[in-house]
């Protein structure tokens, strides 16, 4: 049995791999920031190093 525990921003545009302890669980999906969490609205980007979402 294999245990996930990393995935991918659930930002369409975001590059960040988030792990599933850290992430901001919102509607069942792992987001990295407040920012991703919240489509963007009102928080530009992630502020990830390289990440250009």
Request: charged content about 20%; hydrophobic content about 25%; aromatic content about 4%.
């Amino acid at each position: 049995m294999t245990t996930i525990n990393q995935m991918k921003c659930a930002c369409p545009n975001c590059l960040c791999i988030v792990s599933l302890e850290d992430a901001i669980n919102k509607d069942g999906k792992y987001y990295c920031s407040e920012g991703c969490a919240e489509g963007h609205k009102t928080i530009k980007g992630c502020n990830h190093n390289g990440c250009g979402c």
